[in-house]
């Protein structure tokens, strides 16, 4: 038997999200983050689950009510593992890493340049589910980016996604199988 806080790294790899966040002086922050997914396609919904440690990204995600996840690939994934730095409040992590800022399609916060894909959300709620030491943010897409893209999908191959699985153990997205669905 796996004992309970491990049994959850049962739970992955997950995507790693390099997500962005801005407050309202225009202070830009940006952290890793591996626990986000889906929630609802319809309307499309997200989250971000945050650890409640007064985090930046909880705080500015607040003021401006809206996140962007940038998906981060291998040549640049070292680089973001190194944003989850806790500098100075407001301190912009991309500058200090080496990474760069550019515009987001659909909110003021900015997405990453070196990103191959992104997610811009508008903050739909902030929930904090019972006993959790984890806040989630859930997120309204707004639109996306990806600039691999083959007949009309994201290229899963060409991005070359990192993923978490805990601690410094972290994977590439594997290779695509096909399934019959059946029912
Ligand atoms: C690979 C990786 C994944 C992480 N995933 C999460 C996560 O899902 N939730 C979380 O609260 N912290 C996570 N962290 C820790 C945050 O990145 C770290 O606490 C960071 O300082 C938060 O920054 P902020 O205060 O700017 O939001 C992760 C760190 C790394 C390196």
Redesign the pocket.
Known sequence: MIEAKKALWLLSP?L??L?T?MNKEGKV????????GPISINPPLCF????K????????ARELKQFVINLVSEDFAQQ??N?????P?GEN?LQAFGLHMQASKKVVVPSVKEAPATVECSLNEVIDPKDSD?ILLIGKVLCGTCKFMKNNKPDMDAMRLVM?VAGTH?RLVGKRIDLERRY
Do not use: Q
């Not at 922050?29 to 986000?36: E, G, K, L, R």
């Not at 971000?48 to 650890?51: E, F, R």
């Not at 944003?83 to 500098?87: I, Q, R, S, V, W």
């Open positions: 997950r790693l999200g997500v966040t922050n940006a952290a890793p983050y591996s626990f986000i971000v689950s945050v650890g440690e007064n985090k930046d990204t909880e705080a500015f973001a593992v944003c989850e730095a806790d500098l409040r992590e984890h978490h972290f």
